[in-house]
């Protein structure tokens, strides 16, 4: 079954930074996308970042992150980070890591990690 695991949220001033980690398992055939999304409370959950692996790993983000956040991967330890700085209020949210990736048990699905919280405030 494929886990995923974030952390490296927390409390930050505007203009601060922070590292989102996210940890997926090894009991993965094959990944088409990697990326992280976020959440505020009413609203709909959206794309902030993803990497798509069939397009040579082409990162792409959302208009409110462009030139802020940096999502990456570390192949050799299987964890997905984002790189957020020069945070702002609006940035509050509960991030979400996500996989479109193929497994034996499930075929290709759809994975979603518990969320970490990052709340920008002064």
């Known amino acids: 079954q494929v886990q995923l695991v974030e952390s490296g949220g927390g409390l930050v001033r505007p203009g601060g930074s922070l590292r989102l980690h996210c940890a997926y398992s090894r009991d993965i055939l094959n990944i088409y996308t990697l990326g992280w999304y976020r959440q505020v409370p009413g609203k709909q959950r959206e794309l902030v970042a993803v990497?798509?692996?069939?397009?040579?790993?082409?990162?792409t983000y959302a208009d409110s992150v462009k030139g802020r956040f940096t999502i990456s991967r570390d192949y050799a330890g299987i964890t997905l980070y984002l790189e957020m700085s020069n945070l702002k209020p609006e940035d509050t949210a509960k991030y979400y890591c996500?996989?479109?990736?193929?497994?034996?048990?499930?075929?290709?699905?759809?994975?979603w990690g518990q969320g970490t919280q990052v709340t920008v405030s002064s």
């Open positions: 996500h996989l479109d990736a193929y497994t034996r048990a499930r075929g290709r699905h759809d994975y």
């Open positions: 990497i798509d692996v069939y397009s040579d790993s082409r990162a």
